[in-house]
C-alpha cells in the first residue's frame, strides 16, 4: 500500500496517478479527504491543517495533483511525483518524502 499524506492551501485536493504499470486515472481524479490531525501534528512548521490523505493498494505509483480546477502540483522539475516502493509518504511545498513508521506494538 502507498500512503499519501498532502498539505496544500486547496479546499479540495484531487490525486492523478498511475498505479504499477497501469493506466493513468480517468477524470475525474481521486479525491482526497482531511488526514487524520494525529498523525501530522508534529510535522515542523505545521499547523496540521489543510493535511489531505489517501491510501492507494500499490507498490509503486506516479502522480500529480489538482485542485480540480485549474492549478496543478507536480515536482520542482516539473514532472510527475514518483513512488518506488510501499509505504507512508507526506508532501509539502513540492518535497516528497517517505516517512518512517515505529514498528507495531506486540
Not at 18 to 33: N, Q
Not at 39 to 50: A, G, K
Amino acid at each position: 500500500l502507498v500512503r499519501l499524506q498532502y498539505r496544500t492551501a486547496w479546499d479540495k485536493a484531487f490525486l492523478h496517478f498511475s498505479a504499477d504499470g497501469r493506466e493513468w486515472t480517468p477524470e475525474p481524479v481521486w479525491l482526497m479527504p482531511v488526514a487524520d490531525l494525529n498523525l501530522v501534528d508534529h510535522e515542523p512548521q505545521s499547523d496540521s491543517s489543510n493535511w489531505k490523505e489517501i491510501v492507494i493498494p500499490a507498490s509503486e505509483m506516479q502522480f500529480v495533483l489538482t485542485n480540480g480546477q485549474d492549478k496543478w502540483d507536480r515536482s520542482s522539475d516539473g514532472e510527475n511525483y514518483i513512488i518506488q516502493h510501499p509505504g507512508l509518504y507526506r508532501l509539502h511545498r513540492g518535497l516528497l518524502r517517505e516517512i518512517d513508521c515505529p514498528p507495531a506494538s506486540p
